[in-house]
């Protein structure tokens, strides 16, 4: 069992979770084939993030790649950073500019 952390990431939990949501439970040739088609931006990150667990299995626990399965995804909310923008008569919106932390367990 191998498990790799992102942290910080720019981009809201809820677009991420849609991509994390295709590939919980397959094996990691059908994540990463799923992944390389998805025209989303959190598949680019989480599809990197999928290679580096890859290579902690590898290198750690010595496993080997084509028996692996992505058994757990999380996407979990993390910090929003606040911004305003002006608008008429005074007044200002408030912008919410979204992160979330991601972390991908995989085992045989």
Do not use: W
């Amino acid at each position: 069992m191998a498990t790799a952390v992102l942290k910080y990431v720019r981009i809201s939990p809820q677009k991420c979770r849609l991509v994390a949501d295709q590939i919980r439970g397959l094996s990691i040739d059908k994540a990463l084939e799923a992944l390389s088609f998805s025209h989303k931006k959190s598949a680019v990150i989480i599809k990197k993030l999928l290679d580096s667990v890859i290579a902690n299995a590898e290198h750690n626990d010595g496993s080997d790649i084509d028996n692996l399965r992505v058994s757990e995804i999380t996407v979990n909310v993390g910090p929003t950073m606040k911004r305003t923008r002006a608008r008429a008569r005074g007044r200002i919106n408030r912008i919410l500019k979204r992160s979330c932390h991601v972390k991908i367990t995989v085992e045989e």
